[in-house]
């Protein structure tokens, strides 16, 4: 019987975070033949994955964020195939709407540095022709830029997928069991949940806004803060928008779902509390998300507001993530803080952090998201370990 527990409590991967990068990490990382057990302190998308607008988009992203996205993508688009689930994923172009001349000009300089990089997903959509795919949008908006080959999910069931093919592929899954202690010992991970301690050759820090502790305990330091986006989700309108839409010079985050219903989002914070995984809703700034859903489209003037809520997401200073291996420590491996626009990554970056797990090396450019662009200090990070 103590073998028996012995075996159940050594994996070769230790995963600790159950949101879609986690989920998707150790499916990935099962496919490749590895044991992964993943931890998750409440339970699987309770946090950022399961409150997040699901917008699937390759559009507007940071320039070092594109070619994970476009691999993000791909799988994206076979998403049924890998998952069993299609996960709600409908392709729809993503806008973003300039309401001004000056906005529309700095969204052409982006296009042109997009196509002198390469990348051509990106395009300029004048009056008319956004009018074409917006046909409700306000008569003050002059143009647009598009991703026309984007779309949208739904967060709880694309990461319940990835949760269930996981555990088919003989992943465990411990939801309720909150990591207390990650060490090293020798060659090995150590990481102490649930009153009982864990073996593993590999730890990956999934653990989203409290991705920083984790990073801490590995000998890490990332400045990662909770931050707590709002969402609205209005009464059911008649049919009017078949994109997502957002806005070039103030948040949004706009679409209707094929029920009727409008997510509203754009980023407007509200207070968290991480200690106590509670967020709280901030009114005055709630009120300038559904005043710019009016000011873009009209239709909205009047309609009823149904429910809203703030998640708890990863924020870094820089607004990308931390995605690679640890600093100091080998072994130990980072994919969080992913700035409330991680959902469309989860499928991508969990299949190159299982590449670089499996095999030591990824040919995918994740330099940029390496912890080591923020300063690190290797006396204090040999302390953490010892």
């Not at 709600?88 to 969204?107: H, Y």
Request: proline share 6%.
């Amino acid at each position: 019987m103590a073998m028996a527990s012995l075996q159940h409590r050594t994996a070769d991967l230790l995963v600790i975070g159950g949101g879609i990068h986690g989920c998707s990490a150790a499916l990935h990382a099962a496919m490749r033949g590895l044991q992964v057990i993943v931890f998750e302190k409440d339970t699987v998308a309770r946090h950022a994955s399961g409150v997040n607008a699901g917008g699937v988009r390759k559009l507007g992203r940071h320039v070092a964020e594109i070619p994970l996205s476009l691999h993000s993508m791909s799988i994206w688009r076979r998403i049924a195939d890998l998952l069993d689930d299609d996960c709600g994923f409908q392709p729809s172009p993503q806008i973003k709407v300039a309401e001004t001349a000056e906005e529309l000009e700095t969204l052409r300089g982006r296009v042109a540095e997009l196509n002198s990089l390469g990348y051509t997903h990106e395009q300029i959509l004048d009056r008319q022709t956004m009018r074409t795919y917006l046909p409700a949008v306000a008569q003050h908006c002059v143009g647009a830029i598009a991703s026309l080959d984007d779309g949208f999910a739904q967060p709880y069931q694309t990461t319940f997928a990835f949760q269930r093919k996981a555990q088919q592929m003989g992943v465990r899954v411990l939801e309720h069991t909150p990591v207390e202690r990650v060490s090293r010992s020798g060659e090995e991970w150590k990481v102490q949940a649930g009153a009982q301690e864990f073996t593993g050759r590999f730890v990956l820090n999934c653990a989203g806004a409290w991705g920083g502790e984790i990073a801490r305990q590995i000998g890490d330091h990332a400045p990662v803060r909770a931050y707590a986006p709002m969402m609205i989700v209005t009464e059911r309108l008649r049919p009017f928008c078949t994109a997502v839409v957002g806005a070039a010079g103030r948040p949004l985050s706009f679409k209707q779902m094929p029920n009727g219903t409008v997510v509203i989002g754009g980023g407007r914070p509200g207070v968290p509390e991480p200690a106590n995984n509670r967020t709280h809703m901030q009114m005055s700034e709630l009120r300038h998300s559904a005043q710019t859903a009016m000011d873009i489209f009209p239709v909205m003037r009047g309609a009823q507001i149904v429910r809203s809520w703030a998640g708890i997401e990863g924020l870094m200073p820089d607004g990308i993530p931390v995605i690679g291996p640890a600093a100091h420590a080998p072994g130990a491996f980072h994919a969080f803080g992913f700035s409330a626009h991680g959902f469309q990554l989860g499928p991508g970056v969990g299949d190159i952090m299982a590449e670089l797990i499996a095999t030591g090396s990824t040919q995918a450019p994740i330099k940029p998201f390496s912890i080591k662009r923020f300063p690190q200090d290797p006396t204090r990070a040999q302390k953490e370990l010892s």
